[in-house]
Nanobody, 126 residues
Framework: QVQLVESGGGLVQAGGSLRLSCAAS????????LGWFRRVPGKEREFVAGISWSAGNTYYADAVKGRFAISRDNSKNTVYLHMNSLKPEDTAVYFC???????????????????WGKGTLVTVSS
């Protein structure tokens, strides 16, 4: 069965950096699209970043553009989210997700992601 396990969350001061990791198993990782999402209590889940299977095409929400970077290491079946210049409003539970179709489907509610991790908490203090 498919499993996605996030790690790397924690407490960091505003302006600091953090790297999240998501280790995947049970799926064809190299041909899957991948994404990071986040959610805070009382609000809907929001898209953060995505990466396609092919040539490393990446996509970012406006709120994190220029500060976050998504990458993947197919040899390790792992996708990363590098977060820099963190702000208190970045505080959330961050989830990784996988799309077997290979691309991030922006026109769909679930962005084409069939599998989701359980999340890792990132807290940015003032």
């Amino acid at each position: 069965q498919v499993q996605l396990v996030e790690s790397g969350g924690g407490l960091v001061q505003a302006g600091g950096s953090l790297r999240l990791s998501c280790a995947a198993s049970g799926l064809a990782f190299s041909t899957a699209g991948l994404g990071w999402f986040r959610r805070v209590p009382g609000k809907e889940r929001e898209f953060v970043a995505g990466i396609s299977w092919s040539a490393g095409n990446t996509y970012y929400a406006d709120a994190v553009k220029g500060r976050f970077a998504i990458s993947r290491d197919n040899s390790k079946n792992t996708v990363y989210l590098h977060m820099n210049s963190l702000k208190p409003e970045d505080t959330a539970v961050y989830f990784c997700a996988a799309a077997p179709g290979g691309t991030v489907a922006f026109g769909r509610e679930d962005y084409g992601m069939d599998y989701w991790g359980k999340g890792t908490l990132v807290t940015v203090s003032s």
